[in-house]
């Protein structure tokens, strides 16, 4: 175990010549931002908050998060074109993309490392949040007085979650946020303490209350939160700040955790990256594919609505009979995207048996008329159990036709999202077999993209495997 | 309907000639067995019994029964062995068939007639019942006395019940008897009145109480006797008359008098045989046969062993992921006999999906090492719902290979009746496809069976199809 986390924290722990370049680059766009806010609105304050203020950040891996503080005087309007004209003056000299998902801000790329403006307000106290990102200075503020000791603890726990793919709060992964991470840390004593009281939690019933806010009375949270995990915020204790994280990402953290502990591998932080090899024929199931081009919306707002599609797509071929086992969505963020499906199998028997109602019932003259009239009956109607039942021939027992007919003109009444189906209407591009393949093929992130689909096993349960 | 109900009749009703060969018949049988029990045991008594003493059997469908009434002091076996010479010494000049399922009796043919003799204890009143058969005299007595202008009318019933295939208390049809026939009729006033009162009755609660001797506490009935009609026998309040009604044929009885009574047609008493199109091959499902010779048991014991086998069959592929559509038994009740198995297809998925235990749960650990170290994985583990779940390649993807090696040694482990298991040592035959199509042409019986069990709608439904 201690050889393995000497191993990881060698490859997560920033050497001072990295701090040294991470330092200067965060002084210089702090620097640059104040200058902005000078020109555009003096009022504002700048101050440098995440994983960098709280020297939480993994080598290599690192945003640089610049807060622009603005007085709770502004309207929602003023605030948001004030913060991002300062924010856009900041970065002037970059590259950048205007984020407004959720709440306005600025990405940039300074030096190569990612750099965010947030603009939020300056409330006098926690509690008077007037936008989303009010609480991040607090949440600095109360991190930093407990982190002191722990920083590594954090690296180590930030990175298993992110070997898990369980690291993140946003749409894409429903995961646990950096800040979670740091609670998490702070409350167990370390990334061991974390880990294992995470071999020990219970699916439904997992409770961090870090300020002990509802000591004695925890069954309240249960009512008050309606999430896999509750972590109630420190700075705010009507928060959960564990709200994103799904059921299946906290029983992957669970299982993990356990797996980990019982048999300790670097391949929990670090996965191997899979052996693509892509042409398996003889997979036993079938993976469908609907791929999208001309998806320039926000990151979050992508992934949202191939999310929503995903499960329409699954909604629509269980109704019709197909079994599917998963619906993945997947983005780029560059425009193009996916949903992956794979199905038991894309090709389903020619009939179905349609149970109808019992003989007895007032239904059961429009059950037999309807099938009797029916030229897809091919047997029947019988009686079974004092049910009418009949064997009718399928519309569809191909998954793909199923598709291609029902997203012809986009498939929003299938409820597929609303830039999805603009951009099927443009182009539907369905693909399956050796044509996935070869599609998936063309670049190294489509080729990991199918294998690990195609594999679905946790990365740290590839090993074991041998 | 007036006119259905007399071209029905037409062909119910026997004419005098038809009615005095039976007379003929049925009258010299008696005297032979009268003359048989003088020599073999001269306390005996003999009686003419069954639905040519009350008037009701059907022109051209007749058995002659013919009862040996032996005193109460013989024992069981005493009792079997008298009953058995006397009935061997009566029809010594004709063919016979020792009946030994429940009762023991002889089955001969005497001018193209069956004839049953049938030994029975002469109990000294109802309730005292020694013996299954001791029940009929008090039964033709007791329908002698309120049958009288409604033979006809039983006919009608019978007929129509025959043509149903709901018809007969035996194993092979779960059905009613002509008992029951001839109670419904006495109670309901009429052919008709039982058709009416039958497509109003409800299923879970069908009881005919004929002598009223639960009147006031009806609910009672159903606590006493769990089966889908109740029809309180007369001479025994104890006894339910009609016990052998199975739910399904209740139902088609049900559903049958609906449709008679909207649309009155000699169809439903007197089917068209089906144009037997044998060779479908683009049927849309599967139909397998498991064929059997060498069953010379009773026709009760080769139906009842048939019975099983099917249960068992369907039992087996289910449990391997096969969508039996139906088992159904058949035998020609002289030795060889088959499982007609209807599927929604013979081949399935080479994989599914195995739901595992939650992720907090011991069992996980379990399921993870079993299906990582197995060789049939395909895709996982992963985690769905908080549950490990796993896609494996099948062992087996087609029904009759599964089959084929299930019933290798006879089946008995899977619930094959013995019989069958040892006919199926002797030679496995598995029909499938065009097999199965050239094994059914043979004769016009089989091809009967296999197209309406392809075919499997009731008669009377056929015509409403066009």
């Known amino acids: 175990m201690e050889k393995v986390l000497r191993q990881?924290?060698?490859?997560?722990?920033?050497?001072?010549?990295?701090?040294?370049?991470?330092?200067r680059v965060a002084k210089q766009v702090v620097e640059k931002t104040e200058r902005a806010a000078e020109r555009v609105f003096p009022e504002a304050d700048v101050t440098l908050q995440g994983s960098v203020a709280k020297d939480t950040w993994l080598s290599g891996d690192v945003d640089i998060d610049v807060f622009v503080l603005l007085p709770t005087k502004l309207t929602r309007d003023e605030f948001r074109e004030i913060g991002l004209a300062i924010a856009r003056e900041a970065l002037r000299d970059y590259r950048v993309v205007e984020r407004?998902?959720?709440?306005?801000?600025?990405?940039?790329?300074?030096?190569?490392?990612?750099?965010?403006?947030?603009?939020?307000?300056?409330?006098?106290?926690?509690?008077?949040?007037?936008?989303?990102?009010?609480?991040?200075?607090?949440?600095?503020?109360?991190?930093?007085?407990?982190?002191s000791g722990l920083n590594d603890e954090?690296?180590?726990?930030?990175?298993?979650?992110?070997?898990?793919?369980?690291?993140?709060?946003?749409?894409?992964?429903?995961?646990?946020?950096?800040?979670?991470?740091?609670?998490?840390?702070?409350?167990?004593?370390?990334?061991?303490?974390?880990?294992?009281?995470?071999?020990?939690?219970?699916?439904g019933q997992v409770v961090v209350d870090v300020e002990g806010y509802y000591r004695g009375r925890e069954e309240e949270l249960s009512h008050?939160?309606?999430?896999?995990?509750?972590?109630?915020?420190?700075?705010?204790?009507?928060?959960?700040?564990a709200a994103a994280v799904s059921l299946d990402k906290l029983a992957e953290f669970i299982a993990a955790s356990k797996a980990f502990l019982k048999k300790p591998?670097?391949?929990f932080f670090l996965p191997q990256t899979l052996a693509t090899e892509l042409a398996q024929a003889d997979r036993g199931f079938d993976i469908l594919c609907l791929w999208l081009d001309g998806l320039n919306q926000p990151p979050d707002v992508v992934w949202g609505q191939l999310r929503k599609t995903a499960n329409a797509l699954q909604k629509l071929l269980r109704q019709w009979g197909f079994n599917v086992l998963e619906a993945t969505p997947w983005t780029d963020e560059r425009g193009s995207g996916c949903v992956l499906l794979a199905l038991e199998s894309s090709q389903i028997p020619e009939v179905e048996k349609r149970i109808g109602p019992p003989v007895d019932s007032d239904h059961a003259e429009r059950f037999l008329q309807k099938h009797l009239n029916s030229p897809r009956l091919v047997r029947g109607p019988w009686i079974e159990g004092g049910r009418w039942v009949a064997l009718v021939r399928r519309k569809y027992t191909n998954a793909l036709q199923l598709l291609r007919e029902k997203l012809a003109r986009g498939g929003r009444e299938h409820g597929v999202a609303g830039y999805v189906a603009e951009a099927i209407k443009k182009k539907l591009v369905l693909l399956q077999g050796e044509e996935l393949v070869k599609w998936f093929s063309q670049k190294p992130e489509l080729r990991e993209l199918l294998t690990s689909f195609a594999e679905r096993k946790p990365s740290w349960l590839r090993k074991n495997a041998g």
């Open 224 to 241: 008050l939160f309606d999430s896999p995990v509750v972590v109630v915020d420190p700075v705010d204790k009507s928060r959960n700040a």
């Open 8 to 23: 990881v924290l060698e490859q997560v722990v920033p050497s001072d010549e990295e701090r040294a370049f991470v330092a």
């Open 100 to 147: 407004f998902a959720e709440h306005p801000y600025l990405e940039g790329y300074v030096e190569g490392l990612r750099v965010n403006v947030v603009p939020c307000y300056r409330v006098d106290e926690p509690g008077r949040w007037r936008s989303a990102a009010d609480r991040t200075p607090y949440h600095t503020e109360y991190v930093l007085k407990r982190i």
């Open 154 to 203: 954090v690296r180590l726990l930030k990175r298993f979650m992110k070997g898990l793919g369980v690291y993140g709060a946003e749409i894409r992964v429903g995961g646990f946020s950096g800040y979670v991470c740091e609670l998490l840390t702070i409350y167990f004593g370390g990334f061991l303490g974390v880990v294992e009281a995470a071999s020990r939690w219970r699916l």
């Open 265 to 267: 591998s670097t391949e």
